[in-house]
């Protein structure tokens, strides 16, 4: 059981990004952009990425709503730079995991700040605000993935 002191702080930490986003501004030079909403919340974002070699270079992101949504979306994108598209889609899957009750992934390191999140998985209503980032994310990694050949 979580102790109401942890839970607190993983609070903190939500406000915390969502007060002060991390990587939220138009990106030049994006290799590719994906537009997500999730209208029962009214939040909607803008992931940008650049991505050289098959790794993500930068990620950015503008958008609006809930703390929930756009603290999820700042989390995730501190931990994209520098990861492959491999490692992005694990990452992608591990979060998802972890917001339908996955316990292990709820460990998991690589996870970093997003686990600040786990608490959000009693909720129904708002994983779909939680999971909007990472939606994006996995979209955008669509779009490379099946895209022209370099
Ligand atoms: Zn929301």
Redesign the pocket.
Known sequence: METPQLTSLYQQLILEHYRNPRNKSELDGKSVEVHMA?P????EIRLQLRIEDDRIAEAKFVGQ??????AAVSMMTTLLEGRSLDEADHLARRFTDMMHGDGDAAKDRDLGDLRALQGVSKFPV?I???L?GFDALQEALKKEFGGEAH
């Open positions: 999730n029962v919340c009214g939040d709503g809930c703390s929930i949504s756009q708002r779909k605000c939680a909007l």
